[in-house]
């Protein structure tokens, strides 16, 4: 049986999940080798699975979230771009039929320090 996402909805939910659970082995798993993550406009990226995993440990530091809301994917056999809000993503399925992370451009929302009245 093929572990991880079957679908790049599902890697986004399963994304979202890491990111809130804050379990850095998980999120990075859900990366292909040589993957990029770019976190808001600037330039910088981290690249591979060890840079990813430092940024967004780095990341969990501050008072930082992602909300997956995939608004529209567009699949060409086994590529897939994922428009969400706050995220761009090209997403790829592996030779063992799990979907990853190839491209992620992500926009992060802070976390509220207290509840709005």
């Known amino acids: ?58 990341l969990w530091t501050g008072d930082w979230t992602y909300a997956a809301h995939p608004r529209r994917v567009v699949q060409a056999r086994e590529t897939a771009l994922v428009l969400a809000d706050g995220a761009i993503n090209v997403v790829r399925r592996g030779s063992d039929g799990a979907w990853r992370y190839a491209i992620a451009l992500l926009t992060l929302d802070s976390k509220p320090t207290k509840e709005e009245p």
């Open 1 to 58: 049986m093929t572990q991880g996402a079957r679908t790049p909805e599902e890697l986004e939910e399963l994304f979202e999940d890491a990111f809130v659970t804050r379990d850095a082995e998980a999120l990075c798993g859900m990366f292909a080798e040589g993957a990029v993550l770019g976190i808001g406009e600037g330039p910088d990226a981290a690249r591979g699975t060890e840079e990813i995993g430092r940024l967004v440990t780095a």
